[in-house]
């Protein structure tokens, strides 16, 4: 490049890659973190259902967070998407599901029936279940599998 770093050409190019992030599925979207806009840095940004942005989880790994439906807000510095999970939901589409390879659960994520979760506060695995729920279907909660067995939830014997 003749005149320019490509440091400066790509602060230019940022806004159109933020732009393009939107149309992506979110499967493309959990591979593709950075290309999505950090949500520290749109502090007092209104957001609206179906938005999405990069931000780190308690344990510093960058992840991209939608926002739920009918939580449309102003984003303020104390609601970080990790510790806002009624207004925020993780993506994740790294695991498959299956006893092999459960999905991490997290609060507030948005789980599928039919589908294997490992809870991360006692380790174990969990099928995502309800009577009357055909598998694929899909429901955010706001609380980790242990804690809703006998709901949505049905241990799995190792």
Partial sequence: MSGKSYTERARALRPYIEQASESLPDSDAAKAVEMFPRWADHIGETVKPGDRRSDTDES???H???VNKGQGHTTQENWPPHSTPAMWTIINVDHAGTQDDPIPAARGMEYTYGLYYKDPEDTKLYLCERTGE???GKIVL???PH???G?????VSA
Wanted: no cysteine.
């Fill in 147 to 149: 804690e809703l067995v």
């Fill in 151 to 155: 709901n949505y939830f049905t241990a």
């Fill in 60 to 62: 510093g790994v960058l």
């Fill in 134 to 136: 055909a598998a694929g």
């Fill in 142 to 144: 706001q609380y980790l």
């Fill in 64 to 66: 991209v967070y939608r």
